[in-house]
């Protein structure tokens, strides 16, 4: 009996992982990319991180039980597959953390993980219990990455993870914000404290982090993670129906998800940014945003210029 309370025969599970594997291997037959992936230094360690990871707010939130997660191991694969690394989740994120743990144990190149979460509690004890929870969930024997989710009681919760650094039991401390939000508060906190990553929003809809953000990160030497690159799906709808211009092409992009990514990520502040989908195809078209060239200034400038008549 699962927790949603229906009967799963081990012969439907089977069958459901099987038409998984046969999408998986045809992904990966079909993937031969000679060029080396975009990867980023951490400024803390230079440790070198993909630049297109995953996020899975909304997308992972299904029921934990395999028939809602088997749709989505092609899509962990392919992510994999495709040179991946970051999956970046939150405790806020309903089933998000369950549903990743379950995925992880049926998908090849998972050593490849770079496993992100976040605290988002009012009290120490309960950050320390809910980061003891999304550990347990994930089945990680530690977390890369961990921040402090929408800055949260952050001081409080930043002895927690120093504490936790301080005897490897995590590599990275972070804090975040998201949809533009609170920047003030955020560039005080990261003059106040060093911290390794910090996480925001960043698109063509919302290029505010421009203005001292972006800045702030280079001068302290933070790994900038971007959460929402295409502004929560709507620049989708702006480009809809509209052609790529064919000048994209100087810089390997072949559809809008990787105009938009390569965007965000050509911003040399930018270490990697987590893009979220639940679809095959999405994932094939993202992580396309990891190889080949990249605009440099005077392409980014002329890429604004196209989106603001938009």
Known sequence: MNPNGRDWSRRRFLATLSAGAVVNR??????????????????????????IGVGSWITFDVAANPADEAP??????????RGGAMIDS??????????????????????????????????????????????????VPKFDLVHIHNMLQWETHLE?????KAVDKLRYIGITTSHGRRHDELERAL????????????????????????????ECDIAVVINRPFDGGGLFSVVQGKPLPTWTREFDCENWAQFFLKFV??????????????????MVENMGALYGRLPDAAMRKRMMQHMEPM
């Open 90 to 139: 939150s405790p806020m994120y309903g089933n998000s953390e369950a549903v990743i743990g379950g995925l992880l144990k049926n998908t090849a190149k998972r050593d490849r993980l770079f496993a992100a979460t976040k605290i988002w509690a009012l009290t120490k004890a309960t950050g320390r219990w809910q980061l003891e929870q999304s550990q347990h969930l994930w089945g």
């Open 265 to 282: 990520v050509s911003h040399p502040a930018v270490a990697c940014a987590i893009p979220a989908t639940s679809k095959t195809t999405h």
């Open 72 to 81: 989505l191991i092609p899509v962990l694969q392919t992510f994999f597959d």
């Open 160 to 164: 927690t993870l120093k504490e936790l």
């Open 191 to 218: 003059l106040k404290e060093r911290f390794d990553f910090v996480q925001f929003t960043y698109n063509f809809g919302d290029r505010s982090a421009e203005q001292r953000l972006l800045p702030l990160a280079t």
């Open 26 to 51: 045809c992904a990966a037959l079909a993937f031969a990319d000679a060029r080396a992936p975009i990867l980023r230094p951490i400024p803390a360690t230079n440790e070198l991180l993909p630049a």
